[in-house]
């Protein structure tokens, strides 16, 4: 998971913040469970969402309890637990971060390569357990990795081709949030723009290291940047960013509508915070190259 869809705490209140949190502790005590406890080092705040949307979506209600945490062995961390809502997000976060480490063992450098084979072999049992219950949801991401893999390889400059198969991977997730046919063309509306923005703000983020590397970025195609190597200019830099920040706000506007329309009711303080300024706030850090550091520190 890429981590970049995170509430923006200062606008939370305690008892908002709280039940955040508490989702948060909840799926990795359910990743423990479902899919093993090597899958616990994966755990994001992108699976927080995705757990606090299905809860909303199907209106399951929090029950929490304080509970011990290896992590944070002497003050116990309040925890969701019982909770269908959790169980759905931990196998697709489990599918996608397989996908994701595929990803790196062929597109990555050296050491890369090394390190995703290594997390692939630790995480392959939850894998294959997620893949057994959302066998449709594995094929659907299997089949967009394949043509993300191509695109690269392509080196394709349209960045709406580009992010075409993150954005239909997060399509079928969120579609699976609902057996109602009405919100799950909505869900799969939303969680496609939401894939846009993953995408767009995940090369923005890339783009000054994969520009010395050499490795593919749409971004590095746009009119007004040279395609040699090394570091990218100031003046390049702002025409990307430019470029960016026009492609997310229509994204996030698209992102914004889907969501109004499906009108949940249950944690909506949580969810707005995340859509309407979470979000934003992440593409400004990420914009200011600030976010990296955020991102490498321990999720707590």
Known sequence: ?????????????????E????????????????????SRLTLSYDMTFLAMMNMAVNEIPVKA?????????????????????????VDAAAILVHYKLSDGVADGG???RGVSRAAMAALSKG????????PQLDEQIAEQMKLQLEYEAQRTPILD???????????????????????????????????????????????????KSGNYNPLLLIDGVSANGGELSSAEYRKIVRFCENAVNLT???LAVCYMQLDVKMY???????????????????????????????EK
Do not use: W
Not at 1 to 17: D, N, Q, T, V, W
Not at 19 to 38: D, F, H, N, S, V
Not at 65 to 88: A, S, T
């Open 65 to 89: 309890r304080r509970e011990r945490c290896p992590v944070h062995p002497i003050n116990k961390r309040l925890c969701v637990y019982d909770n269908k809502g959790l169980e759905y997000p």
């Open 161 to 211: 081709k580009a992010c075409d198969p993150t954005a239909r991977m997060m399509q079928a997730v969120f579609s699976s949030l609902s057996d109602d046919e009405d919100k799950q063309s909505l869900l799969g509306r939303f969680g496609y723009q939401l894939g846009r923005y993953v995408y767009i703000t995940d090369a923005l983020d890339d783009v000054r290291k994969d520009r």
């Open 110 to 112: 050296l050491a890369e």
């Open 19 to 38: 039940t955040y949190q508490a989702i948060y502790c909840g799926l990795c005590k359910q990743m423990a469970k479902r899919t093993g406890q090597a």
């Open 268 to 298: 909506r303080a949580t969810l707005d915070n995340i859509i309407y300024v979470g979000l934003k706030n992440v593409f400004e850090l990420v914009k200011k190259g600030k976010f990296s550091k955020i991102k490498r520190n321990k």
């Open 1 to 17: 998971m890429f981590g970049y869809i995170r509430a923006f705490k200062p606008y939370l209140r305690i008892c908002e913040y």
């Open 127 to 134: 894998y294959k357990a997620a893949r057994k219950r959302c």
């Open 252 to 254: 996030l506007g698209e």
